[in-house]
């Protein structure tokens, strides 16, 4: 295939095999044209879009193999969390992802990946055996600890800079089908002594048992009563991933945090759980989020979120704290390119709204808090929830390992063909 130049080059390759892959590659590399690589397109930065070049769109792709015997599963690289979870759970084993299941596999896989099962089985990288990659070259190879292991090493963290991954391999754990899962709400007033017996709890909680914060205004939950709906809430989202009569005793002091507006927590199947934020985070807003990493979450910490958090700028905006404390902690910092295995928790800023004419007030409102919580933050940063604006952050990112990602780029891509992406510049 030649291009002739006399169109502008703005096309969507919507591939229906992985073998197409390396053919719209060549295309793009033949013809001088940009490229862009989509997953399942949810990631925040935007960079799966290319406007006048060529996106190579993988989101059809979404057949997930698993093979119980082995505990594998072998997962096409447009699958979402959601055809990943309903293929696994089949056999009763999943393998810790993301918490919204339209998110897709790749991009959360190649950036990091944590959730729910992250403090018991460690981060969706810690779980990936092999991947099948199309290198700049136009080659196909395996990458796992055998094979091209330098690629290997850079493909759990690196994001898109080396290659386009075309098969997926994770390790799998025996999970649900049932756990006990849900939320506790809480007033706002009382974020100081909820969100200090928070932080005290989880530091000596089992790691099957996770518990985020989120602070936002209540969304109109059934269990809620209506009087509630639109007030300034915390949020405990608890998720145990052991014996439920365990959990329940386990999970029983959080109840004694302050006086809850309400709580739907119980038995659920797994897969249910994982989509239980499908409704909050629907297609069509538009959205900017901030975030940093934190080893502990000090007084002062808390008490600027919760100053913030009482005057966030729309409905839908949310203060989110997650907890990885557990089985990433066990990981060598140089063992892959994502390096912050001191991360206890990550605390976002999810900017969310309708209307373009509040981007600049939203934004802003972003950044200033981002501002104003660094000096308590810790090193680095997650890609994958860093946005668009944040090239200047990307060596920060990846902190002691971008050195030899750095390298790892010059071997793999030198040309920087990929580099819609957090990009590693060669
Ligand atoms: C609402 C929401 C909730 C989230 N929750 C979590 C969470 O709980 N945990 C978590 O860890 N993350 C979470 N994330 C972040 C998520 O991991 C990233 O947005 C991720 O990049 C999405 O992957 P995707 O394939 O859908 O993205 P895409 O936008 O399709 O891709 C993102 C980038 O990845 C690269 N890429 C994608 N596919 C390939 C491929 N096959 N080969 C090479 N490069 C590729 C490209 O550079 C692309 O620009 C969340 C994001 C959102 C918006």
Not at 114 to 131: C, E, H, P, Q, V
Request: glycine fraction near 10%; charged fraction near 20%.
């Amino acid at each position: 295939m030649e291009w002739d130049g006399s169109t502008p080059a703005a096309a969507i390759v919507q591939c229906s095999s992985v073998a197409d892959v390396p053919h719209a590659l060549h295309f793009a590399r033949q013809n001088g044209i940009e490229l862009s690589v989509r997953g399942a397109g949810h990631n925040i930065a935007g960079n799966a879009v290319c406007d006048d070049g060529l996106m190579i769109d993988l989101s059809n792709l979404r057949n997930v193999r698993i093979d119980p015997a082995k505990q594998r599963a072998h997962v096409e690289p447009g699958a979402r969390l959601a055809d990943f979870d309903a293929a696994a759970q089949q056999h009763g084993m999943a393998t810790p992802l993301g918490i919204n299941s339209t998110t897709g596999v790749a991009g959360l896989t190649l950036g990091g990946g944590f959730g729910w099962l992250t403090r018991k089985y460690g981060m969706t990288i810690d779980n990936l055996i092999s991947a099948d990659v199309v290198t700049a070259a136009g080659e196909t190879v395996r990458a796992s600890e055998e094979e091209n292991s330098d690629l290997f090493w850079g493909l759990r963290g690196g994001g898109g800079n080396f290659g386009i991954v075309t098969n997926f391999e994770f390790q799998l754990h025996k999970v649900g089908p049932e756990v006990l899962a849900g939320l506790i709400v809480y007033p706002l007033e009382q974020a100081h002594q909820v969100l200090r017996r928070y932080r005290d709890f989880v530091e000596s909680a089992p790691e099957e048992l996770s518990v985020w914060v989120v602070i936002r205004q209540a969304p109109p939950l059934p269990f809620l009563s209506e009087d509630v709906h639109g007030k300034g809430v915390v949020v405990l989202p608890v998720f145990y991933a052991g014996e439920i009569s365990e959990g329940e005793k386990l999970i029983s002091p959080l109840r004694g945090f302050g006086d809850a507006y309400g709580e739907h927590i119980g038995r659920q199947p797994y897969v249910q759980w994982q989509q239980a934020f499908d409704p909050l985070l629907t297609p069509g807003a538009r959205n900017y989020w901030k975030s940093h990493n934190f080893i502990d979450l000090s007084d002062d910490a808390l008490d600027i979120a919760i100053e913030y958090a009482h005057r966030l700028p729309t409905p839908q905006y949310e203060i989110f704290i997650g907890l990885v404390s557990g089985a990433p902690n066990r990981v060598s910092s140089e063992a892959m390119a994502y390096a912050h295995r001191d991360v206890k928790f990550i605390m976002n800023v999810h900017g969310r709204w309708e209307s373009a004419a509040d981007d600049q007030r939203c934004k802003s409102w972003a950044r200033e808090f981002f501002t104003v919580t660094q000096p308590y933050a810790s090193a680095g940063a997650y890609v994958n929830f860093m946005t668009e604006d944040e090239s200047n952050r990307v060596a920060a990112a990846y902190g002691p390992n971008y050195y030899r990602l750095l390298h790892l780029k010059r071997k793999y891509d030198p040309e920087n063909i990929f580099r819609l992406n957090h990009n590693i510049a060669p």
